[in-house]
């Protein structure tokens, strides 16, 4: 069954991809909670045309996404924490602690945008977390834990 995404579904595809899955998953699942419609004659005719109009304005969040990209590159965050024996911390450094440095840095990111290296960094050291700033634009983003 072809069907039009409606919201990016993880594992899955984009907004406005057309994908083709099965019958069950799209009927029961997806078309009633709003997340796809059936990819018909006429939604195909629909979504191309909003695909057409929509062009311009993803040319210019493609911009933002690649200038935000050279941004966060140019950045090393410090995240200060809690050090017992050997370098290893109390508790662990986590994305939502890096998504918090970066609001105080005037940046707005998601921890759902943030894919670190392990769930839970638990020792002192320089990190690099991958940030998903576009659908296809990646940033790395190099952190360094060290004693508060």
């Known amino acids: 069954m072809e069907i039009i995404l409606k919201q990016d579904i993880k594992n899955l595809g984009y907004a406005d991809d057309v994908v083709t899955v099965r019958p069950g998953y799209g009927r029961n699942y997806l ?13 195909k005719k629909i979504h191309a045309e909003v695909i057409k109009q929509r062009a311009h304005k993803v040319a210019k969040v493609r911009m933002d996404a690649e200038k935000l990209t050279s941004a966060l590159e140019s950045v090393t965050l410090t995240i200060g924490a809690k050090v017992g024996e050997n370098g290893k911390l109390f508790g662990s450094v986590t994305s939502q602690q890096l998504v918090e440095k970066l609001k105080s ?34 940033a790395k983003l190099n952190f360094e834990v060290v004693e508060a």
Request: aromatic share 4%.
């Open 31 to 43: 078309i009633p909670r709003g997340l796809a419609v059936i990819a018909n004659d006429t939604n």
């Open 105 to 138: 840095m005037g940046y707005s990111i998601d921890k759902k945008q943030i894919h670190m290296p392990e769930e839970h960094i638990k020792k002192t050291g320089t990190y690099m977390a991958e940030v998903v700033v576009h659908r296809d634009i990646r």
